[in-house]
T-cell receptor, first 112, second 115 residues
């Protein structure tokens, strides 16, 4: 199936460092979403983006909907050990069907 | 708000068994629910879109007779893996949304292991 190109695939950082990950697509999306998944659990919504150029924050997390509508990034500032997990971007083509296309995920490990 | 409950969380059964997984939206009505499959260290792959009161829409390559979906009410969708085999072992996750471009919320997944 179709997937978004998400990078990096994995990151191993020191506690306190900032993190950045991004997703790109050859197609235009109407909605970009960022989820976090921990082992054995379902994804949890972090940030939802609906307009090109939109920049939204949720605590230490900031995400932007690219102006071309083909990309998005997620930044995590001052990382802490509980940020560990897999982060997925997801895009939706149509507001009617609601179908999501997921990126491959970015595995984040934080060293205390 | 927007809580999605999935049951059971884990199933271990013999090859040839049929397994039913339930997905419930606890505090909202969901006209549409989605079923995903996730293999270890991989992303979520959409299997089908479950529509309340009508037939599910399956993604290319997903056997509708193998993965039966029923969405009988606005708060419940079920996925039945019929005559399961070891290659069906995976993490199955459902999601639900209130419609339109509202974000989907996911259940906690069901770990299916076929011996």
């Amino acid at each position: 199936g179709q997937q978004l190109n998400q990078s990096p695939q994995s990151m191993f950082i020191q506690e306190g460092e900032d993190v950045s990950m991004n997703c790109t697509s050859s197609s235009i999306f109407n909605t970009w979403l960022w989820y976090k998944q921990e082992p054995g659990e379902g994804p949890v919504l972090l940030i939802a983006l609906y307009k090109a150029g939109e920049l939204t924050s949720n605590g230490r997390l900031t995400a932007q909907f690219g102006i071309t509508r083909k990309d998005s990034f997620l930044n995590i500032s001052a990382s802490i050990p509980s940020d560990v997990g897999i982060y997925f971007c997801a895009g939706s083509f149509s507001s009617n069907t609601g179908k999501l296309i997921f990126g491959q995920g970015t595995t984040l490990q934080v060293k205390p | 708000g927007a809580v999605v409950s999935q049951h059971p969380s884990r199933v271990i059964c013999k090859s040839g068994t049929s397994v039913k997984i339930e997905c419930r939206s606890l505090d909202f009505q969901a006209t549409t629910m989605f079923w995903y499959r996730q293999f270890p260290k991989q992303s979520l792959m959409l299997m089908a879109t479950s529509n309340e009161g009508s037939k599910a829409t399956y993604e290319q390559g997903v056997e509708k007779d193998k993965f039966l979906i029923n969405h009988a009410s606005l708060t419940l969708s079920t996925l039945t893996v019929t005559s399961a085999h070891p290659e069906d072992s995976s993490f199955y996750i459902c999601s639900a949304g209130t419609g339109g471009d509202q974000p989907q919320h996911f259940g906690d997944g069901t770990r299916l292991s076929i011996l």
